[in-house]
C-alpha cells in the first residue's frame, strides 16, 4: 500500500536562502509520524514545503497526487490540515467562528453541526468559551483551538507544528493524548513536528531526525529511542 | 426648537450619504490597509452610468440596481487590474495608485461627460414632508432610510454569512485563512466589490442635491474621511456613526455659530478630524482589542 504523503528530494528555500536540501519521507495512513530536530533544523519548513508556503522543487505526493506546485488552499481541500507554528489562532473572532473557519470548505451543514460537539467532547475548554474572542484564550488553550479547528475539516492528515510550544508539561501531555485519540478514532494520519523529542518519540510509530535541512536518520520510534546518539542528543539521558 | 429638528434631520441625512462612503472607506482599509483616495470618484462614476441608464429610459429603482450590480463588477476589476500588480509594493505606492485611479476617473467622466453639472432625479416626492411645525425634505428621510438599509444588510452579511465571515478572516489573518482554504486574494476583491457598492450608494442619493458634475464627491470624500476618523479607521460601525455625527455637527454649528455660516462648513469636519487624532487617535470605536500576552 503506498504511503498517505510521500515527499521526494524536496528542496524549499526563502529568498535566495536554501533551508531544505533534498528531503525524503513518508507518512503511512493511518499512521503517526514525528519530525525531529533541533531549532532551524528545517522542521517548519517541511511542513510548510508540503502546503505549498515556501518555493520548492522535489515532489510530493497525497494519495498518489502531485501536489507541489499548488496553492495553498487547494492543497487544503484536498483533505491536509495544518495546524501551523504560532497556532494561526483568529484572534479578534470568537472561538465558535474559529472553528466554523475550519470548516469552511465543506458543505455538508448538518455533519458541520455535530463535529462541533465532537469537538467539545474532545475539548471541553472550547465548549464553555465558544462566544468568548480567542485571543483572550491562554497559550493552551489556543494550541487546542488549532487543532480543533484543523479537526473541523475533517482532514486525512494533519500537520501538527510543535504542539508543545510555549505550554506547561501538563498541557502538553493533554494535547498529546488527545491527538492520540483523534488518530486511533478517527483514523487521521498524523505528521508531527517536535523539538521534545522523549514526547514526541512515545507519540508515534515512525519518526525522522532532520539536521540542517536534511534526513539523517529514520526508523521506527521505538528503534530511535533505543539509538545511543538519539538518546545523547536529543532526549539527553 | 423647530429649527434645530429640522437641522438635526438634514444632518442625518447628509450624514448618512457621509456614512456610506466612510463604510466604504474602512472596508478595504480594514481588508489591506490602504485608504482608498478613488473611493469618492468611483462613486461619482457610478452615479454618471445610472444617469446614462436613465437617460436610455429604464425606470429609476431598475437603475439604482442596475448601477449597483456595474459597482460591485467594477470594484472588483478595479482591484484584479489596478490594485492587484502592486499588492506587496509599499502602502505609499498602493496609495499613489489610488489617487492616480481618482484623476484617471474624474478626467474619464469629465471627457465623456464634460464638466457641466447635470440635474440627477431623486425617487422621493419633491413634496416637503410636514409633521407639525417642522418641514422635512422628503429626499432627506428617504437618504436616511436607504442608508440604514444598507448598513443593515451589511451587518447581517457579515455577521451571519459564512462568505461575511471568510471575508473577516481574510483581512485579519490572511496566512490562516489560505490554511482554511479561504480564497484570500479573491476576498479582498470582494472587499472593493463592496465598498464600490456602497460608494455607489452615496453617489445616487447625494447627486440630487449637489448635481451630478465629475468633481461632485471631492468634498463629500473629506467628509468621509472625517467621519471614519472619527468612529475609529478599524470599525465598520464607528464609520457610521461617525458619518451620522459629522453630518449633524456639521449642520448645527453652521446654523448656530453665525461666523460660520454655510461657507466655513468644511473646516468643521477638518477640525473634528483633527480634534479626534490629537484626543483619541484609534477614534470612538477603534479596536483596542484584548490579547493575552
Not at chain 1, 206 to 220: D, F, P
Request: aromatic share 8%.
Amino acid at each position: 500500500m503506498p504511503a498517505l504523503l510521500e515527499a521526494e528530494n524536496l528542496e524549499a528555500q526563502y529568498g535566495w536562502t536554501k533551508v531544505l536540501h533534498g528531503l525524503g519521507f513518508a507518512v503511512e495512513s493511518g499512521g503517526i509520524t514525528a519530525i525531529l530536530g533541533a531549532n532551524g533544523a528545517g522542521k517548519t519548513t517541511t511542513l510548510r514545503a508540503v502546503c505549498g508556503m515556501v518555493k520548492t522543487a522535489g515532489s510530493v505526493r497525497f494519495e498518489g497526487q502531485r501536489i507541489d506546485g499548488m496553492a495553498t488552499e487547494d492543497i487544503v481541500r484536498l483533505g491536509i490540515a495544518h495546524t501551523p507554528e504560532g497556532r494561526g489562532t483568529f484572534m479578534e473572532l470568537t472561538v465558535e467562528e474559529n472553528l466554523r473557519l475550519g470548516a469552511y470548505v465543506r458543505k455538508d451543514r448538518g455533519a458541520i453541526a455535530r463535529d462541533f460537539d465532537r469537538v467539545y467532547q474532545y475539548f471541553p475548554v472550547l465548549g464553555q468559551r465558544q462566544r468568548q474572542q480567542a485571543g483572550t484564550l491562554s497559550g493552551g488553550e489556543q494550541q487546542m483551538l488549532a487543532v480543533a479547528r484543523a479537526l473541523m475539516s475533517r482532514p486525512r492528515l494533519l500537520l501538527l507544528d510543535e504542539p508543545s510550544l510555549g505550554l506547561a508539561p501538563l498541557v502538553t501531555r493533554e494535547i498529546f493524548r488527545i491527538v492520540r485519540a483523534i488518530n486511533k478514532d478517527e483514523g487521521v494520519s498524523v505528521l508531527l513536528v517536535e523539538q521534545n523529542a522523549a514526547m514526541a518519540l512515545e507519540l508515534a510509530d515512525h519518526a525522522y531526525l532532520l539536521e540542517t535541512g536534511r534526513v539523517v536518520m529514520s526508523g521506527s520510534a521505538a528503534e530511535l529511542r533505543k539509538d545511543d546518539s538519539i538518546r545523547r542528543s536529543y532526549l539527553g539521558y | 426648537m423647530d429649527i434645530f429638528i429640522q437641522q438635526v434631520v438634514s444632518g442625518l441625512a447628509t450624514g448618512g450619504i457621509y456614512a456610506s462612503l466612510a463604510l466604504a472607506l474602512v472596508m478595504i482599509y480594514q481588508a489591506t490597509d490602504v485608504v482608498n483616495f478613488a473611493q469618492g470618484s468611483m462613486a461619482m462614476f457610478s452615479t454618471y452610468l445610472c444617469w446614462s441608464l436613465l437617460q436610455a429610459g429604464l425606470p429609476y429603482w431598475v437603475a439604482f440596481v442596475a448601477t449597483l450590480v456595474i459597482a460591485f463588477a467594477g470594484g472588483i476589476l478595479i482591484e484584479r487590474v489596478v490594485i492587484r500588480p502592486v499588492e506587496n509594493a509599499p502602502i505609499l505606492s498602493i496609495v499613489i495608485v489610488t489617487i492616480g485611479l481618482l484623476v484617471i476617473l474624474v478626467s474619464v467622466a469629465g471627457w465623456i461627460y464634460s464638466y457641466i453639472q447635470k440635474p440627477f432625479p431623486s425617487p422621493f416626492p419633491n413634496k416637503p414632508i410636514k409633521i407639525g411645525n417642522i418641514v422635512f425634505g422628503a429626499h432627506d428621510l428617504g437618504a436616511i432610510g436607504i442608508t440604514l438599509v444598507v448598513l443593515l444588510l451589511l451587518f447581517l452579511f457579515f455577521r451571519y454569512t459564512t462568505l461575511g465571515l471568510a471575508m473577516r478572516a481574510a483581512a485579519q489573518n490572511p496566512t490562516s485563512s489560505r490554511l482554511c482554504g479561504i480564497r484570500v486574494g479573491w476576498m479582498l476583491a470582494l472587499g472593493w466589490g463592496l465598498a464600490a457598492t456602497f460608494g455607489a450608494v452615496a453617489g445616487m442619493i447625494v447627486a440630487p442635491v449637489v448635481f451630478l458634475d465629475p468633481n461632485m464627491m471631492g468634498g463629500i470624500q473629506i467628509y468621509a474621511f472625517a467621519a471614519a476618523t472619527v468612529g475609529g479607521f478599524t470599525s465598520p460601525l464607528g464609520a457610521v456613526v461617525g458619518g451620522f455625527l459629522v453630518g449633524v455637527t456639521e449642520n448645527l454649528v453652521g446654523t448656530y455659530v453665525s461666523f460660520i455660516g454655510t461657507e466655513l462648513k468644511m473646516t468643521v469636519a477638518l477640525a473634528m478630524i483633527i480634534i479626534v487624532l490629537l484626543v483619541k487617535p484609534s477614534g470612538l470605536f477603534g479596536r483596542s482589542f484584548v490579547r493575552r500576552v
